[in-house]
């Protein structure tokens, strides 16, 4: 299955993660070690694609997530013969790999040491940088790697990659709404982006739900928008219409508890039978996709397992309030 | 389509080029065809360029019937509306008849003097 | 509906060549025949090869047609549900590039993998498998 080796590793479930380190030990024997310039042999041998190379990544990320060292090192030795040992990616890959077999913190502060040497002689080097924002969040450091990271962002404030992270930083801290600033620069750089849509109407859910700071009506007057905005750009897609139920009745809530929104609010509600309405759409389609989903009709198996199971309960669940 | 529309709702350009690439190939390809067609038959003038235009348009129509219609039609389109797989309707129907006429003219020529020499 | 493409094409392919190869015949009979020097051979081909040519072309042609691959919704609200609704079976070539969402990575931040806690993660997990 071609497609677990193509998608980006840390998405993968331990499961499947296992399922493509398996596959190592066989693809390696299959592709040559070395793609050869000469027309010749590439006649003989099977050709070589942009794929190739990400799925020798990937494989190298898998076998390191199960512990298979060795074969992982086979992987980044190919990588080496075809892009050479200098290149920026090639020497993050080299990190990783020591950072996995690295046993106690001594070592990982060794590595961290290097990619700080790396780093000094050539602080553009984005694959290094990254690794060292990330080691220092692996080693608990998370004030240094936040700083590290926003640094970072100064000189390359187009990657929307090293924003998601600052957000996902932030949100670890507990600090929402430098979790939402970052989450919205990430959006100004890939607007269509649907599922980062949706992260951030669930990151506005969650500052809205911890309540320590802001007005939590108008974390939820933009969740809704976001989780809106998701939908619209994509259609029947599960996540956003789950966040879009899950805050309307928070809305509805609220709303039949007798609290009036304040006027003065920056963000807007819109009226209760709007709100209402919106519910009954994100609970006629969740109703939908998970039917669909469980009739095995072979157009809708897209969806996560575990996303529908989530649907599912959340559906049942707000069914027997209305019940009651 | 106004400015706005087009940021609510967002073209993707992968898809529009892949499409026109199909669209592409798939005339080039027949349109040759229909050259070798036009040469065994030795049609001559006015006959041959009916013949190209009319199966260039038969081409459309199989293109319609069997690739957009499916889904075009399960998505509440109206018949023969390719708006689901192309921004404009002229793109579909009469591009492919200019993409392909120098290849037709050229099998058509080649054939011509193949069967009639 | 794909795999009726290549038969329906080789199929008439050859009955385009031999449609071809009559009116060839039939051009070099008439022009050396001694019984009609006077006619025009040119535009007098039987009616059998014009038919056999027409119905190879349209044979080819919707070989062709079948065969010429599904083209992609360009609404980016279709796409994105089609994706999100098929998942990686959608797609259906396997020479795509992307799979799935493309914007998977930007959550996913393979850049940032922390490798240490997934493979402990890994092991606890395989813990509990056993």
Redo the contacts between chains.
């Keep these: 299955m071609?497609?677990l080796l193509?998608?980006?590793?840390?998405?993968l479930s331990?499961a499947e993660?296992?399922q493509v380190a398996q596959q190592a030990p066989e693809i390696l024997r299959k592709n040559p070690a070395s793609y050869s310039a000469s027309p010749l042999f590439s006649l003989f041998s099977p050709p070589e694609s942009?794929?190739t190379w990400t799925i020798y990544e990937n494989l190298l990320?898998a076998c390191?997530?199960?512990?298979d060292n060795t074969t992982a090192r086979q992987c980044l030795e190919r990588l080496v013969v075809r892009f050479g040992g200098s290149d920026e990616r090639i020497e993050?890959l080299k990190g990783?790999v020591k950072?996995?077999e690295?046993t106690n913190d001594g070592e990982l502060e060794k590595v961290l040491k290097e990619y700080e040497e790396i780093l000094a002689k050539d602080n553009t080097n984005?694959?290094i940088a990254?690794?060292r924002?990330?080691l220092l969040?692996?080693m608990g450091k998370t004030a240094e790697s936040i700083e590290a990271l926003v640094q970072f962002l100064d000189f390359s404030s187009t990657d929307?990659?090293?924003w998601?992270?600052l957000a996902?930083l932030y949100l670890s801290q507990g600090l929402y709404a430098q979790a939402i600033y970052a989450q919205e620069e990430?959006l100004t750089i890939?607007p269509?982006?649907?599922?980062?849509h949706a992260?951030l109407g669930e990151v506005l859910l969650m500052a809205a739900e911890s309540g320590s700071e802001g007005n939590p009506q108008n974390y939820l007057a933009e969740s809704l928008k976001r989780f809106c905005r998701s939908i619209?750009?994509?259609?029947?897609?599960?996540r956003g219409y789950y966040g879009l139920k899950r805050v309307t009745d928070k809305l509805l809530a609220a709303n039949s508890k007798g609290k009036k929104p304040s006027e003065s609010d920056e963000f807007t509600l819109p009226e209760t039978s709007t709100i209402e309405k919106l519910n009954q759409a994100a609970t006629k389609k969740l109703g939908d996709i998970v039917r669909k989903y469980d009739a095995k009709d072979?157009?809708?198996?897209?969806?996560d397992a575990g996303e529908v199971a989530a649907a599912r309960t959340y559906l049942s669940e707000s069914s027997q309030k209305v019940l009651r | 389509m106004s400015e706005q529309e087009l940021q609510i709702n967002p073209i993707v350009q992968d898809s529009v080029a892949h499409n026109t690439k199909t669209l592409t190939n798939l005339h080039s390809l027949t349109a040759s065809l229909f050259g070798v067609g036009a040469g065994i038959l030795g049609l001559e003038s006015y006959y041959g360029f009916l013949f190209y235009i009319a199966f260039s348009i038969t081409t459309s129509v199989l293109f319609y019937i069997f690739q957009l219609a499916p889904s075009s039609l399960a998505e509440g389109r109206g018949v023969l509306d390719s708006g689901r797989y192309y921004k404009g309707a002229l793109e579909l129907w009469t591009s492919g008849i200019f993409n392909g006429l120098p290849g037709f003219i050229l099998t058509w020529t080649l054939f011509y003097g193949l069967v009639r020499a | 509906m794909a795999w009726l493409s290549r038969p329906l094409t080789l199929v008439g392919l050859v009955i385009l060549a031999h449609g071809c190869y009559s009116a060839h015949e039939h051009t070099v009979l008439s022009s050396t025949s001694v019984q009609h020097p006077t006619s025009p051979s040119a535009t007098s081909l039987p009616l059998d090869i014009y038919i056999e040519t027409i119905a190879a072309t349209v044979l080819i042609c919707l070989g062709l047609v079948l065969g010429s691959g599904a083209p992609q919704p360009i609404q980016w609200h279709t796409w994105a549900g089609k994706i999100e609704r098929e998942g990686d079976a959608g797609s259906g070539d396997a020479d795509k590039e992307t799979l799935g969402n493309p914007f998977n990575a930007l959550e996913a931040r393979s850049g940032f993998i922390n490798i240490n806690k997934l493979h402990k993660d890994f092991v606890k997990y395989q813990q509990l498998g056993k």
């Design positions: 071609p497609s193509l998608r980006p590793h840390a998405s331990h993660a296992l942009s794929n990320l390191l997530r199960t512990g993050a990783l950072e996995a690295a984005v694959p990254k690794r924002i990330a969040r692996a929307a990659e090293a998601m992270e996902d990430a890939a269509n982006a649907w599922n980062l992260r619209e750009l994509s259609d029947d897609y599960l072979p157009l809708w198996q897209g969806y």
